[in-house]
C-alpha cells in the first residue's frame, strides 16, 4: 500500500528553511563524493527497460548540474536527455514550450511514454509537462520540488523573481502543478533541505504516488547516493505494474520514514 499523508491546504504557508541549514549546503560536494566512492554499489539497482527519460535542472543550474545523475541513468540502461535550454532561469518567454516540443519530439524518437525526472524548479516543470501532455508521460520523480505551499516558502523566491522576470505567485501555474499528476509519481525530499521548505515537497496520496525521504543537502539531491538509487529503482517500475519503494532493512538509516511528521 502507498504511504498516506493527511491533505496539505492549498493555501498553507511554511516557513522557508533556516539560516544555519542554509550554510550546510556545502555537504552537497560531500554527498557527490559518496556516490563517486559507492558507484560500485550502486550498481546493485535494477537495470531499466531502455525506455526514453528527460532530466530537467534546476533554477540557475543547467544540464552541466545533472550530467552525473544522466551517467548513472545511462549506465543502468536509459535513453536519456538533458533539457537543453542552458540555464534555467525560470518560465521565461518560449521555456514551457520548448518542453513540450522536446517531450513530443523524445515521445515521437522513442515511440514510446516517457518518464521526466526534475530536481528542485525542474520537477515543478515536470509537473507541468504531466498535466499538459499526460498521454505522453510515463512516470516522474521531482527532487527537493516545491510544488506544493505558498510562493515565498524557499529561501531562493527573491533569486527566482529576479532572473525570470515573473512573480514567485502564480495562481494559474499552481492550478496546473499541486495537484497529483495523473501519471506515477515519486517526490523524493529531504527534511534537512536549505533551500526548501521540505512539506512544499510532500506528494499527496493517490493509488500511484508516493514519498522518499533522504537525509541531505538540497543542492545535493541530484549527486546524493541514496537518491540516486531510489531513482533507478523508480524508473525500473513496469508501465502495468507500478509497485511503491520498499525502503529495505537499512530504511531507517538510509531512507527514513515519510510519514512520521504526522
Known amino acids: ?153 524557499t529561501n531562493a523566491w527573491i533569486v527566482y523573481e529576479t532572473v525570470s522576470g515573473k512573480k514567485a505567485e502564480d495562481p494559474e501555474r499552481k492550478r496546473l502543478v499541486e495537484p497529483t499528476p495523473g501519471v506515477p509519481t515519486t517526490s523524493i525530499f529531504s527534511r534537512s533541505d536549505g533551500v526548501v521548505a521540505w512539506r512544499c515537497s510532500v506528494e499527496r496520496p493517490g493509488p500511484a504516488a508516493e514519498n522518499i525521504e533522504v537525509i541531505g543537502s538540497h543542492i545535493g539531491l541530484g549527486a546524493h547516493p541514496a537518491v540516486l538509487f531510489a531513482l533507478a529503482d523508480r524508473l525500473a517500475q513496469p508501465v502495468d505494474g507500478w509497485k511503491p519503494f520498499r525502503r529495505g532493512l537499512l530504511g531507517p538509516l538510509i531512507y527514513p520514514d515519510p510519514q512520521r511528521y504526522q
Not at 541549514?21 to 531502455?50: F, H, I, V, Y
Not at 540555464?87 to 513530443?104: C, I, T, Y
Open 1 to 153: 500500500m502507498p504511504t498516506t499523508f493527511a491533505p496539505i491546504h492549498p493555501l498553507h504557508h511554511y516557513q522557508p528553511p533556516s539560516k544555519w541549514l542554509l550554510l550546510a549546503e556545502g555537504r552537497a560536494l560531500l554527498e557527490a563524493g559518496t556516490s563517486l566512492a559507492l558507484w560500485p554499489l550502486l550498481q546493485a539497482a535494477p537495470r531499466g527497460d531502455g525506455h526514453a527519460v528527460i532530466v530537467l535542472p534546476g533554477l540557475l543550474a543547467g544540464d552541466g548540474s545533472t550530467s552525473l545523475l544522466r551517467k548513472y541513468l545511462a549506465n543502468r540502461g536509459y535513453d536519456v536527455h538533458g533539457w537543453g535550454q542552458g540555464r534555467n532561469l525560470g518560465p521565461r518567454r518560449g521555456v514551457e514550450q520548448r518542453m513540450l516540443d522536446q517531450l513530443e519530439a523524445v515521445h515521437d524518437s522513442s515511440g514510446g511514454s516517457v518518464s521526466v525526472v526534475g530536481w528542485s524548479l525542474g520537477g515543478v516543470y515536470a509537473r507541468l509537462l504531466a498535466a499538459r501532455r499526460p498521454e505522453l508521460v510515463r512516470s516522474i520523480v521531482t527532487l527537493g520540488s516545491p510544488f506544493s505551499g505558498g510562493p515565498r516558502d
